[in-house]
């Protein structure tokens, strides 16, 4: 299942709403994981089952969607939240996930 | 909380195996979690490697499947990679991963919650 995340970049500013895309190739029901990754760190989990919370992840991040659309919003903007977010899809073997989404100031 | 640790050479030879061990510690790798490990290419994005279970279950990346094996060794709380036949495309950061589980009704949903900081390897001669 490829996964195909838009945009690719993004520039944005603290404070800014952001919405991130990931469309799954094929129907994945809400089989989808989001991650943020920081330059030389492992990928931090935010958001699991496309619309669950991780705990002790800040409630600015949301996901939501199911099927083949998924959307990831942060709704403002921290310095802390520029990095790298991912979404991996759980359906089917193999596990893939998206090519990702950076956010730069 | 469980915490993982991965390490092994730095650099591996072309055509030799890349072997790598992840040490899980302030958890059980005999819990009912899988175990996985992801890859990721410079400047490139991740790559689901493979996964496996205390009961030595696995699933491959089909990319990966003729030349990977992934373990676990209970009595060490570790669990292993090995990539046989290397190219310089398999030059990576190697992270190891907990998958957690959690039941909705009758659905089940798997995640990597934990993750191990990642180390690198580059295949050079």
Redo the contacts between chains.
Sequence with gaps: IQLTQSPSFLSTSVGDRVTITCRASQGI???L?W?Q?KPG?????LI??AS?L?SGVPSRFSGSGSGTEFTLTISSLQPEDFATY?C?Q?HS????????TKLEI | QVQLQESGPGLVKPSGTLSLTCDVSGGSISSNDWWSW?RQSPGK????IGETDQSGST?????LKSRLTISVDKSKNQLSLKLTSVTAADTAVY?C?RFAL?I?GD?Y?????V????ITVTVSS
Excluded: H, I, R
Excluded at chain 2, 109 to 113: E, F, N, P, T, V
């Design positions: 029901a809400t089989f994981a991650y990754q760190k492992a990928p931090n989990l699991y089952a669950t991780q991912y991996q759980l073997y193999p596990y893939s996930f998206g090519q990702g | 992801v994005g991740l790559e689901w699933n491959y990346n089909p990319s992270f991963a959690t909705f659905l949903y798997y995640y990597m919650d993750w191990g900081k990642g």
